[in-house]
């Protein structure tokens, strides 16, 4: 949640080269922003560190090891051998999931085989060796149990079948789902067993196999304030595949783009309440997309804020995107900002190529000094889009912290109340925080400094409905008057800098992989469009996607 706090700082302030957004935390070039705000956010950008980490207190987790996590599993791969990995590699490693499709369909492989592939990955790579990643929390016990039966049930995948039938599915370990622990990283909820969240029945529905849990940043970055993205006390210290201990994997969603990015997986499920997607997504040079507020259900995950709160996908490419959101979305009448759309989107649909012509794209003057960007807006002209430099809105977002305060110590009892597991007696912030202290060192070895703010935070209701008026009125007009008075289709940024007013706008948001710095960092460039334009953004980063070419995978993980 670092990034928060990035965010609010450098956007506000309009004036630096690197931005960074709301619950995330990642690397930034120039960190002074050379004009002040005028908008009054700064005690609560104060609270949170900027610190950028590169040494960390703890790599391993002390709470979890990889033994813990293969018991169950081992004796069920005993069969599949490193010649069965070598075999399988060239119709697996690095394929969409269409093209895991084409094969299974040739018979390259099956359903169990698939799945088995991805376990011995992820036990070869992600644990206790010099290239693990600590991307994986857990495995769903029943996953290759429920591939066999796909196979059974596989004859032709037509029409009557969704495309995401049989994929392996990571989901981040803050969404419940039957047979793990929904931990979200923390050690009080290492017991918390319960069914099914909403978007994981969707998934269910659609056939997709639960493959297991990846790592986040404890509490969705919303804990310490004083630690590095990707860490926490069940999962440990998630590492970026393009540079360990170098380049930050973002977050919060940490584990889910790390596994994506080095092939755990066909595909993950993230969530973000202003960056926990898009960021990761970037620095781990996949495609994320933070869906429209409310397209997609919440009921199930542990919560920051019922205000901003999403979950949403990430893939290796656009079209898995589509996939993976056709199979999420949907209706949730226990979710109260769902949307009903009352008709399928096809969001998987191949987009066409064409679909860029003519569109016009805002693109702020001072992202300008970035190469990548620079090379990113030139592929884009070649497409036919129209490329529109502006000046961004001189606007704030006060008290976006004390948003996510008010919201999360009145959401996360409504979590524990509704949807943990009923043996455990925890239900507030306060509650969390004393457990921590009986053994902080394998706890909370950062501290718990947003939770304490969080716990001394006095708000009312009647605040609190003030402070979201705000920001939403904020958010809307720093896109919507550039788009109106410049004629704009959709804005353009890099990795998460814009996450925070894509938010509160409850915006959707897009971003592709589009290079890597001269030390190898990976960026991405990100497309933000209005409420429920999820369909525009996947053609335009489709096309965006298609002529870039843009992503290598991670070398040492091949």
């Not at 595949?241 to 790390?258: A, K, L, N, Q, W």
Request: aromatic content about 10%; glycine content about 6%; some cysteine.
């Amino acid at each position: 949640m670092r990034h928060i706090l990035s965010l609010l700082v450098f956007v506000f302030a309009l004036s630096c080269k690197n931005s960074n957004s709301s619950d995330v935390r990642t690397p930034i070039e120039n960190s002074e922003p050379t004009e002040q705000s005028s908008a009054d956010e700064s005690s609560d950008l104060s609270a949170i560190s900027t610190k950028d980490f590169r040494e960390f207190k703890i790599l391993d987790s002390k709470n979890l090891t990889k033994s813990e996590i293969w018991e169950t599993i081992n004796p069920q791969i005993e069969d599949f051998k490193e010649a069965d990995y070598e075999r399988l590699k060239p119709f697996i490693l690095e394929k969409d999931i269409t093209e895991l499709q084409v094969n299974r369909t040739r018979n390259k492989f099956t359903y169990e085989e698939l799945t088995k592939f991805y376990l011995y990955r992820i036990r070869k790579f992600d644990r206790e060796n010099p290239l693990s990643l600590n991307s994986v929390i857990a495995i769903n016990p029943n996953v290759i149990e429920e591939a066999k039966e796909k196979d059974r049930y596989f004859v032709d995948r037509g029409l009557s079948k969704h495309p995401i039938y049989g994929m392996p599915i990571l989901l981040k370990d803050n969404v419940n789902a039957l047979g793990m622990a929904t931990t979200a990283g923390a050690v009080a909820l290492k017991d918390n067993i319960t069914d099914d969240a909403f978007i994981v029945k969707q998934l269910k529905a659609n056939d997709a196999l639960i493959l297991g849990k990846a790592n986040l940043s404890e509490w969705a970055y919303f804990f310490c304030g004083d630690c590095p993205s990707g860490y926490s006390a069940v999962g440990g210290q998630t590492l970026n595949p393009y540079g360990r201990r170098i380049f930050d994997t973002g977050g919060s969603s940490s584990g889910s783009g790390v596994a994506v990015a080095a092939n755990f997986c066909a595909a993950a499920i993230g969530s973000e309440t202003a960056g926990s997607i898009l960021s990761p997504a970037s620095q781990n040079s996949v495609v994320g997309l933070k869906p429209t507020i409310g397209l997609v259900s919440r009921s199930g995950i542990v919560p920051i804020s019922s205000t901003l709160d999403t979950a949403g996908p990430i893939a290796r490419s656009v079209r898995d995107i589509g996939i993976v959101l056709s199979a999420i979305y949907g209706y949730d009448i226990s979710d109260s900002k769902s949307v009903d759309l009352n008709q399928s989107q096809g969001y998987f649909e191949k987009p066409s190529l064409g679909a860029i012509q003519g569109k016009r794209f805002g693109a702020p003057k001072r992202l300008m000094e970035d190469s990548l960007y620079q090379k990113a807006l030139e592929v884009l002209k070649q497409q036919g889009a129209e490329i529109v430099e502006i000046e961004e809105e001189k606007l704030g977002l006060p008290n976006f912290i004390r948003l996510l305060n008010l919201d999360m110590k009145k959401d996360l009892p409504t979590y524990m109340q509704n949807y943990a597991n009923t043996s455990i007696k925890f239900r507030t912030v306060e509650d969390v925080m004393d457990f921590n202290l009986k053994d902080s060192l394998k706890t909370m070895p950062y501290g718990q400094k947003l939770f304490k703010g969080i716990a001394d935070d006095k708000g009312d209701a009647k605040y609190l409905v003030a402070i979201k008026d705000t920001l939403k009125t904020n958010g809307l007009q720093y896109f919507n008057h550039p788009m109106k008075d410049r004629s704009l289709d959709g804005f353009l940024s890099i990795n998460n800098y814009h996450a925070a007013f894509a938010a509160v706008a409850e915006y959707p948001a897009l971003t592709v992989p589009m290079g890597y710095t001269e030390k190898g960092e990976p960026k991405g460039l990100t497309f933000i469009a209005k409420r429920l334009q999820e369909k525009q953004l996947l053609q335009w980063a489709y096309v965006y996607e298609q002529a870039s070419k843009a992503r290598v995978a991670p070398k040492d993980y091949n």
